[in-house]
């Protein structure tokens, strides 16, 4: 991947920035801490890959702002792509993919963002993980591959090269053999018990052909009792048609009973209601004569409720006209009230005016003392351009010169220092000696405990291993011994039926069936006991064992430390032999630092620079306290442009004032004269008095319709009469005829009831006459349903038997068919065992590693090279031999040794300086960079390292910018970062970035 462009908006310390890689091959990207270096960086794995070291997605959008966007530009296998990724706060995240065409860029994004994101890793065939472990060399993490120890770097290698992937198969694999082999116990089982229920097949065959005799029999009886039930039910039947006839006839006789008494009821009511109406039509010439005044008394309250609602509207609208003339007037009231107001605030104003314009003369004196304060102040600006940029160039050749003073009072220091450690040395050779020796007896005698506790721990997990495999042993018969203890409970039913295949069993039968379960519980519990004693008795074993390992690996624990101790003092050894020759060259180079020190002579194009820019300040003569002194003139007499302008203001608003306090003189007079027309003249005046002359034309008097609607109230009860002697002259004929229906009504009742008697009479005779055959039936109907019942029974038994009969066929075919499914069992149990050993540890993946570590070696080697002048060399060692007493009994164990060559041979990676040990694990983690790449089927195109110089002395970073410099034709693009101003100087393209309160500037230097 090689990157052509990137833009940032709103991420992380980049509010708006754009990066054009462009003409970069190696480049350094400098800047102080924190002004986001890294995040430039980060910018790009988040436009690719969505990841960064953001806590939440929100995270990376920078505070204060809404959403964040990241536009990337690359090439990849000769094609240009373009990657787009944005986000809004709190929402989702939307990506965009484009590809270069030979007509512009054309978008190939997939439908969703984990489609288009794999997508992207589909076409530069790099996910985030490889990038970061290869083309990613970020900060802290160069070291963490040599740190760890032997067994964990394997496992890092393996993590890196994603064999973990192998552990999950490993894991499928122990599981699916574990299944299968579960499902071939279970199907052994099965087969067993199919074969012991197929005994029974003959048996089963001869009790169907007897059941299906009897059954027959039965049938044959079963017809011949249900003729003779039919014919009995035939006779039955008609005697129950005679008596729902009775029952028919006697409640039709009943229904006519009741209609004759309802008929009497009605002719009684109707009598009295024809007395009533008789009376109230004798009373007919009073009642119409009140009715005839009560009309009267209604026509004059009309007449006097019509005059009342004339003199309400009139005066309601009287009322409405005397409100709206009073608003009238009060608007013009308000009118001149704001007239008043404003008058007054005029003439208050036309005072304040007058006071302003009275200092025109003082305020023209202070503007010319502005005017000449501004004329030195602009000189003075002047000036202070050209001093500027000389007052900055003088600070910056004095702090070089301060650089320069410091690092050779650092270089006398580490002088010393070193002289003092030389002589130290050299004085302590003897002492190291004999250290070294008494070491190397103590690890000795460490490493014959080391193999004795490594036997501790391979008894150990025997004893573990055994005591799983008992544990599996007691789960299985645990379970056995709890179906078992259920088949118990169901036999103790004395109608209880066999375990298996349910059939019942008789005495003989049952017994041996309880007699055989005892038995196989009672050996199943003192199995179970066995296992459970000898669980206690490796459980103790376990317990002194551990016991042992804990104090063994107690005594052991200072080995590590033993070890690194006898490689830093075999350094010290091999270091004193030249200390007498290093300490000559050490105090003569002293010595000629603190004479230069002493007269002066260092740097001397700076101090010359330095001298020749303080006689150009001399001569210009700038003084910053005149310059403050002159601002704060200028700010002094700024009040006379502020009082001027209040001048010219008050001289316009003067003339405004005098124009306007005769109009609103005379808008009051003229308001004045209009309130008087509108109360006397306006036309709203003229409706008032009309109203009041119509009120009194209508005459209308209050006490008079009172009086006359309670004559009225009084004279109702007239209206209700005559209404009662209407309803009476109506109702009165239809009365009479309702009287003579009824009558004829009852009389056909009473006849019809006598045919209804006659008819009961005849029925009853014909009952009398027909047997009852109830009792026959019922007996015959209880005999069929006995037989029945019985029939019932041996068809059911007759159904379990060839149920039976089926089941068994089933089960011969059931019995081929796991016969079949337990050979396939077994055979894939086989498989996923051999599967399993070939996934593990010590299968695929060792034989993995052992494949890449030469490719590793030798990329590691060619690098290191590079960057030791060919002083250092690495080897990996994946297997060693414990150190017995008999070679015989010498074993192989895995681990990854790292072994490091130098001019004064094979020493320990601890004992290595800080710069020789960062060239180690730069070239390391160089390798796998490539390494991982290839894997991955991308080429290595960019590389980015990422904080590489801060362990380096002035030579090591020399070696380390020339090692990049040599890889440099390897890749198309080397990225180096750092915060060390003085380094940035060793690259020709440089990226400052720089931390503003606008974000983070980007500055490209070519």
């Known amino acids: 991947m090689i990157p052509i462009q990137l833009s940032l908006k709103n991420f992380l310390s980049y509010r708006d920035a754009t990066l054009d890689f462009r003409g970069l091959h190696t480049a350094c990207i400098c800047g102080s801490n924190g002004a986001g270096k890294s995040s430039l960086l980060e910018a790009i794995t988040w436009v690719i890959w969505g990841e960064s070291r953001a806590a939440s997605e929100d995270d990376v ?141 003959s048996e089963t065959e001869n009790q169907r052909r007897e059941l299906e005799v009897q059954i027959n029999q039965f049938q044959q009886q079963q017809a011949l009792d249900n003729v003779e039930l039919q014919s009995l039910q035939v006779v039955q039947h008609q005697r129950q048609n005679w008596e729902e006839q009775l029952n028919f006839v006697r409640q039709q006789l009943q229904n006519l009973t009741q209609d004759c008494d309802r008929l009497h009821q009605d002719e009684s009511s109707i009598g009295v209601q024809l007395s009533q109406l008789t009376t109230i039509l004798n009373r007919q010439a009073e009642i119409e004569a009140g009715y005839n005044e009560y009309q009267n008394l209604q026509s004059q309250e009309e007449a006097m409720s019509a005059k009342f609602e004339e003199y309400t509207r009139a005066g309601q609208i009287q009322q409405q006209k005397q409100q709206q003339l009073a608003k009238q007037v009060q608007a013009l009231e308000r009118q001149i009230q704001q007239g008043q107001a404003q008058l007054e605030a005029l003439i208050q104003q036309e005072r304040d005016i007058q006071q302003t314009l009275s200092k025109s003369n003082e305020v023209e004196v202070a503007l010319e003392q502005l005017n000449a304060a501004r004329n030195r102040l602009k000189y003075l600006d002047d000036l202070q351009l050209q001093v500027s940029p000389l007052l900055q160039q003088k600070a910056t050749l004095q702090s070089q010169l301060d650089r320069v003073h410091a690092g050779i009072v650092a270089k006398i220091e580490q002088l010393q220092t070193t002289q003092h450690q030389l002589q130290h040395h050299s004085q302590r050779q003897g002492q190291l000696q004999q250290a070294v020796v008494d070491v190397a007896t103590q690890i000795e005698e460490m490493e014959k405990t080391r193999v004795y506790l490594q036997r501790v721990q391979e008894k150990g997990q025997e004893r573990r291993h055994f005591m799983e495999r008992l544990q599996a042993q007691q789960r299985e018969y645990e379970r056995l011994l709890g179906e078992l203890e259920q088949k118990l409970l169901m036999l103790q039913n004395p109608d209880a039926k066999c375990p298996l295949c349910e059939r019942p069993l008789d005495e003989h039968h049952w017994n041996r069936v309880v007699d055989k379960t005892k038995l196989e519980y009672q050996d199943t519990e003192g199995q179970l006991w066995v296992f459970r004693e000898q669980m206690a008795v490796s459980d103790r074993e376990i317990q002194v064992l551990r016991q042992e390992y804990r104090e063994v690996s107690q005594r052991l ?316 060399h690495v080897q990996f060692v994946t297997q060693k031999s414990t150190k017995r007493r008999s070679k015989k009994n010498a074993k192989l164990i895995d681990t990854l040794d790292i072994l490091i060559a130098d001019a004064k041979g094979t020493r320990s990676y601890e004992t290595y300086s800080g710069g020789e040990a960062f060239r180690i694990n730069f070239a390391i983690r160089l390798a796998l960079a490539k390494l991982l790449a290839q894997r991955a089927g991308a080429a290595l195109q960019l590389l980015i390292v990422d904080e590489g110089f801060g362990t380096q002395d002035a030579e090591g970073c020399d070696r380390l910018i020339a090692a990049i410099n040599a890889i440099a034709p390897d890749f198309a693009c080397i990225l180096t970062v750092t915060h060390m101003p003085h380094l940035k100087e060793a690259f020709q393209a440089r990226i400052e970035v720089n931390k503003t309160q606008q974000g983070s500037q980007i500055r490209l230097s070519v």
């Open 61 to 201: 959008i920078q505070t204060g702002a809404k959403e964040v966007r990241v536009d990337f530009t690359f090439e990849t296998n000769q094609q240009v792509y373009r990657v787009i990724r944005t986000r809004n706060r709190g929402s989702t995240s939307a990506l965009e993919f484009q590809i270069e065409t030979p007509k512009g860029l054309r978008a190939i994004t997939a439908k969703g963002l984990r489609a288009t994101q794999e997508l992207i890793v589909e076409y530069i065939k790099l996910d985030y993980d490889t990038f970061i472990n290869s083309a990613y060399l970020r900060q802290g993490r160069a070291d963490e591959f040599m740190l760890k120890r032997p067994s964990e770097r394997k496992e890092i290698l393996a993590e890196l090269l994603k064999l973990n992937q192998y552990d999950e198969l490993e894991d499928r694999a122990k599981e699916l053999s574990r299944q299968f082999k579960v499902r071939g116990e279970e199907l052994k089982r099965s087969l067993e018990s199919i074969k012991t229920q197929l005994q029974q097949r």
């Open 557 to 872: 624990s200072c080995y590590d430390r033993l070890r690194e101790h006898r490689g830093q003092l075999a350094a010290q050894l091999e270091s004193s032999a030249d200390a007498q020759q290093q300490l000559a060259e050490l105090f003569a180079e002293q010595e000629k630092l603190e004479r230069a020190l002493q007269i002066g002579q260092y740097a001397p194009d700076t101090q010359n620079q330095l001298i020749q820019l303080e006689q150009h300040l001399q001569e210009l003569n700038y003084n910053e306290q005149d310059h403050v002194l002159a601002r704060s003139e200028v700010e002094r007499w700024r009040w006379a442009e502020i009082k001027l302008s209040q001048i010219k203001e008050a001289n316009k608003r003067q003339n405004q004032i005098a124009q306007r306090k005769p109009q609103l003189e005379a808008q009051i007079a003229q308001l004045e004269t209009t309130i008087k027309q509108e109360q006397v003249n306006s036309e709203c005046a003229r409706e008032i008095a009309a109203l009041d002359a119509r009120i009194k034309e209508i005459g209308y008097d209050r006490e008079t319709h009172s009086r006359l609607r309670g004559t009225l109230k009084q004279g109702q009860a007239w209206q209700l009469s005559y209404q009662q002697l209407q309803s009476a002259q109506q109702q009165y004929p239809q009365l009479q005829a309702r009287a003579q229906e009824l009558k004829a009504a009852l009389q056909a009742r009473l006849g019809e009831k006598q045919r209804l008697a006659t008819q009961i009479t005849d029925i009853v005779k014909q009952l009398e006459q027909t047997a009852n055959p109830a009792s026959q039936i019922q007996a015959l109907e209880q005999k069929i349903a006995s037989r029945r019942r019985q029939l019932d029974e041996y068809l059911s038994q007759l159904g379990r038997l060839e149920q039976l009969a089926h089941q068994l066929q089933t089960l011969q075919a059931q019995s081929e068919q796991q016969q079949e499914q337990l050979q396939n069992c077994r055979q894939q149990h086989r498989i996923h065992q051999e599967l399993a050993q070939a996934f593990g540890k010590n299968g695929i993946q060792t034989l993995m590693i052992e494949n890449v570590l030469p490719q590793l070696e030798a990329q590691t080697n060619n690098l290191l090279a590079r960057l030791s002048a060919n002083q250092l």
